[in-house]
């Protein structure tokens, strides 16, 4: 599968505990992405990198919340201290410079309990 | 800033029945506007987008500048058709940033 993978798939945490999802974007592929999905909602963007340059991110992404692409290949998100509110879909895309399809992987849905 | 309404969460069809999937957006500038649509226990991905104007599974959408919409339209809707459909808006026209996307519609479309 050449596609966008993402590692876990499900993660399950206590308040207060630290995660960190991985993301592998298509080989080819410069920009990557990150959104976050609640129930009901759309996806909501987080962060988006070119290569390994963060170049924004959402006010959505508190203090709490760090994203990297060390080498320009894949990503990590990480949250520190977790709370309820963080529990949700977890999703990463990649695209090309100048290609306006984004491809999307299956996701980490974390639960914090 | 940029803002897709999608109005309606849930529409529900019998086959062969025609579907119009509404979408409004709010940007000052000139957008690119897509559909994305999720399977079934698949990944979300892309249906169609403006720019190329083409059909794709049957579905067409015209951007409308005057009254900023981009509805989704299937004339005889088919049952693989039922699925997650989300509007979402790309503020750089020709190239990749952000997407804002709308809360999504479920449709259904019944034997």
């Known amino acids: 599968d050449t596609g966008v993978s993402q590692d876990p798939r499900h993660k399950i945490t206590k308040r207060g505990q630290n995660v960190t999802f991985r993301c592998d974007p298509i080989?080819?592929?410069?920009?990557l992405y990150w959104y976050r999905q609640t129930l009901g909602q759309g996806p909501e963007f987080l962060t988006y990198?070119?290569?390994?340059?963060?170049?924004?991110k959402s006010r959505l992404l508190s203090d709490r919340f760090s994203a990297e692409r060390p080498k320009g290949s894949f990503s990590t998100l990480e949250i520190q201290r977790t709370e309820q509110g963080d529990s949700a879909m977890y999703l990463c895309?990649?695209?090309?410079?100048?290609?306006?399809?984004?491809?999307f992987g299956p996701g980490t849905r974390l639960t914090v309990t | 800033a940029q803002r897709v309404t999608q109005p309606e969460k849930l529409l529900s069809v019998f086959k062969g029945a025609p579907v119009e999937l509404k979408c409004n957006y709010s940007?000052?500038?000139?957008?690119?506007l897509f559909w994305y649509v999720q399977y079934s226990r698949q990944r979300l991905q892309l249906l169609l987008r403006?720019?190329s104007r083409e059909s794709i599974k049957g579905f067409t959408a015209d951007l409308n500048k005057g009254e900023t919409s981009f509805h989704l339209k299937k004339p005889f809707a088919q049952e693989e058709d039922s699925a997650m459909y989300y509007c979402?808006?790309?503020?750089?026209?020709?190239?990749?940033?952000?997407?804002?996307f709308g809360k999504g519609m479920k449709l259904t479309v019944n034997p």
């Open positions: 403006h720019i």
């Open positions: 080989s080819e592929h410069n920009r």
């Open positions: 990198f070119q290569n390994e340059a963060q170049l924004e």
């Open positions: 940007y000052s500038g000139s957008p690119e």
């Open positions: 979402a808006l790309n503020r750089v026209r020709g190239g990749s940033e952000k997407l804002v």
């Open positions: 895309a990649s695209s090309l410079v100048g290609g306006n399809e984004q491809y």
